[in-house]
């Protein structure tokens, strides 16, 4: 196979994966980011195989888990850190339907891998409120986003090419995938929400959901599990706690507000009425779709111009092998999945 360049265009999880997976297949890569990413590194990374408010399982999750599993381990294993950890989510229940939802579809095959059956534990637990009983799932896990990202920069730099700068779409010529004059074997963006700023791709219908998050300091919630109704509440260490997240479609600041720090207040009381201690607060912005689904491919008009895009909320697990199968595209041995190519724009 003939070695291939790339330059792969944003920082965030999904230009980290594919730049390690064009490495893995052996092809070289340069990796240009702004450093000022505005999703991954606020997201809280929590890897979720279920939907919990239809109660369904997440798109594709039987592929999406064990490859999130194998390639975040892999990471850890090679920069010699820690950041991939299982984790016991704990769903209170808002009513005795959605206890009923739980018991229905844990007896179903498809969802029993991700779905503990319900015990007499699950519905007196009395580490928060618990006024319809609690489920537990299976196969769920946390990544500690601001290690990752450091971690796998570090990482990747000694593999390929990771660049610092703003990038100038001037400095593009789409027809021969060059930059600055140098000439790649293609150029693959992976910006999120600025794909709007992209002068190729910015017809994909991709909007963006901004979301707020706390830090808080509490001495009594759980430490050993994160909890979820309304919000989440996910266990930091040191009796620190990351809640989130709000929604807000269709805007492009990353500014934290008051209205989003008291709509995390409010959505916590349905989990707790204990007293805590907010120490941060951030706000980033999701690159999201109508119908959930990612933008992978290549442009209509310049076959050198590749676009991975519209991971949302679900990035952390999604990436993994998204950009496993968008590399394997990439070098013609296999097919895109349906579901995300541009095709779908056209039907």
Known sequence: ?????????????????????????????????????????????????LVFRRMTLSWRTDEFIPKAVEEYRSIEQETGSSFFHALNIRRLFSSEQERQFWIDKHKLPEFSPYMNPLTAEDDTYAKA?????????????????????????????????????????????????????????????????????????????????????????????????????????????????????????????????EEGRKQLQENLKYITDSSCEIINQQAGMRPTTVDRRPFIGKHPEFDKLFVLNGLGTKGYLLAPLLSAELCSWLDGKSELHPEVTLDRLIK
């Open 129 to 257: 409120k618990n006024d319809f009983g609690t489920g537990r799932v299976k196969q769920a896990f946390y990544v500690d986003t601001v290690t990752f990202i450091a971690k796998a920069k570090e990482w990747l730099a000694t593999k390929g090419e990771v660049v610092k700068e703003q990038l100038n779409y001037a400095d593009i010529d789409p027809v021969l995938a060059s930059f600055k004059g140098k000439l790649y074997s293609g150029i693959i963006f992976c910006e999120g929400v600025y794909v709007r700023e992209n002068p190729w791709f910015n017809f994909l219908p991709v909007s963006s959901t901004k979301g707020e998050v706390l830090t808080i300091s509490s001495n009594e919630l759980p430490e050993h599990e994160s909890l979820n109704r309304k919000c989440f509440v996910l266990p930091l260490g040191e009796k620190s706690f990351k809640v989130g997240s709000t929604y807000v479609w269709n805007t492009y600041d990353d500014l934290v507000t």
């Open 1 to 49: 196979m003939i070695k291939k360049h790339f330059l792969v265009v944003g920082g965030g999880v999904g230009g980290l994966f594919i730049a390690k997976k064009l490495s893995d297949a052996g092809h070289a890569f340069t990796l240009i980011d702004n450093a000022e990413n505005k999703s991954s590194a606020v997201a809280a990374g929590l890897i979720n195989p």
